[in-house]
């Protein structure tokens, strides 16, 4: 049974920092692109970040590039998203994901991928 369990969240100023993590179980992580993506209230889930489990290249949504880094350690089955310069419009609930195959934009692509952590809420205060 696979299970991605977030953790990290919380409230902090604009300008603060938070890091994510996302623990993994029943699953080769190693083989396994992961996904981070958020969902404010009355929004539509978004894209964030991409790691590739092959090319080791991460992807990232405009609106979080050079402030976010994604990265994974596949000792720990765990990836993380180091999000620094945050802004109240990065308030949401944060959600992991993992999905065995993808290229290209498919990999920002939502319903591609098979599983899903249960989300850890960022709240971003002015």
């Known amino acids: 049974q696979v299970q991605l369990v977030e953790s990290g969240g919380g409230l902090v100023q604009a300008g603060g920092s938070l890091r994510l993590s996302c623990s993994a179980s029943?699953?080769?992580?190693?083989?396994?692109?992961m996904g981070w993506f958020r969902q404010a209230p009355g929004k539509e889930r978004e894209f964030v970040a991409h790691?590739?489990?092959?090319?080791?290249?991460?992807n990232y949504a405009d609106s979080v590039k050079g402030r976010f880094t994604i990265s994974r350690d596949n000792a720990r089955n765990t990836v993380y998203l180091q999000m620094n310069s945050l802004k109240p419009e990065d308030t949401a609930d944060y959600y992991c994901?993992?999905?065995?195959?993808?290229?290209?934009?498919?990999?920002?692509?939502?319903?591609?991928?098979?599983?899903w952590g249960q989300g850890t809420q960022v709240t971003v205060s002015s």
């Open positions: 994901a993992a999905l065995r195959y993808c290229s290209g934009s498919g990999c920002y692509l939502s319903s591609r991928y098979d599983y």
């Open positions: 029943g699953l080769t992580f190693s083989s396994f692109h």
């Open positions: 790691s590739s489990w092959n090319t080791g290249s991460t």
